[in-house]
């Protein structure tokens, strides 16, 4: 973890209110991976100065550049969309825990929902770069809230949902998931709270449905590693990104508690990616 002063070389709308920055930052493109975040200095017209957490969107070590993706809905985010390139920020990160891919899975389901997509999106470039497939699906509530295929790599499968049909799927995105649970090795997503529940939910049925002799080769065998390592998250079916509002975004203040299978779990601290079992879900409503 360090205390960057990140430089905005791009700046732009990418959807209604949402917005794609660009910062050179090389200490920070050079560590971070995906899931994990950034804790950036913003103010506001008030003059009051807050920390605000944003998902590392991309990192790209070469050019020494990472992005955040953000949606401007108060003081703090209004603030961020007027910095202006040559302008410098103070960023802390990288923070938090990584997403784990299993080194021998090939195929990548990625499951976004909305905003969500800032927190996954660098998986994407993590796994095309290892060689792997990537199909990812996104859902938003209409056509004006789908995130441009054109961010995307091309080798990419980019399946969308809305809620309303304009686009896709009409429906939730989490319909298209049993399409692809026979074919994915390893699942990741991140989005509302109510996704993740069913994304778990299903997770937790798909050895069933799908069978053991389907699926190949049983995961793991022998002992069970931690609840909450890097091998837990590794060994797991879905990793989820939960998204929390925090304050300190060290471990501190307990604003971002969420309730886990062994106890309160710090959403900046023991996340924001967690192995799906590691929640304790609320139930189906
Ligand atoms: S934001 Fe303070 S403990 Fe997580």
């Not at 859902?139 to 990419?156: F, I, K, M, N, R």
């Not at 793991?220 to 509002?245: I, K, N, W, Y």
Request: glycine share 12%; net charge positive; with cysteine.
């Amino acid at each position: 973890m360090r205390l960057v002063a990140a430089e905005l070389v791009q700046s732009r709308e990418i959807l209604p209110r949402q917005w794609l920055q660009s910062y050179h930052a090389p200490e920070l493109a050079t560590g971070t991976r995906a899931g994990q975040f950034v804790h950036v200095r913003t103010g506001d017209y008030s003059g009051l100065v807050l920390r605000r957490p944003f998902a590392v969107n991309t990192a790209d070590a070469a050019t020494g550049i990472v992005s955040i993706h953000f949606r401007s809905v108060g003081h703090g985010t209004e603030w961020l969309t007027r910095v202006r390139p040559g302008e410098r920020l103070e960023m802390l990160g990288p923070l938090g825990r990584p997403f784990e891919i299993d080194p021998r899975n090939r195929h990548l389901l990625l499951v976004a929902g909305g905003l969500g997509m800032a927190g996954i999106r660098l998986l994407v470039d993590e796994a095309l770069r290892d060689g792997r497939q990537v199909v990812l699906l996104f859902g938003a509530a209409t056509t004006a809230e789908v995130y441009p295929s054109s961010l995307l790599p091309d080798e990419v499968e980019y399946v969308v949902a809305t809620d309303d049909g304009s686009l896709g799927h009409r429906g939730l995105v989490t319909d298209l998931v049993p399409g692809y649970e026979a074919w994915a090795d390893q699942a990741f997503a991140c989005g509302p709270p109510t996704m993740l529940a069913t994304l778990a939910r299903l997770a937790a049925s798909r050895g069933a449905r799908l069978g053991v002799a389907r699926l190949g080769r049983k995961r793991g065998g022998g002992r069970q590693p931690a609840l909450g390592s890097p091998a837990a998250r590794r060994r797991a079916f879905l990793q989820v990104a939960m998204e929390q509002t925090m304050g300190c975004a060290v471990g501190a203040c307990l604003g971002c508690v969420v309730t886990g299978v062994e106890g309160p779990q710090r959403v900046c601290r023991e996340g924001p990616v967690f192995a799906a079992e590691e929640i304790a879900w609320e139930p189906a409503g």
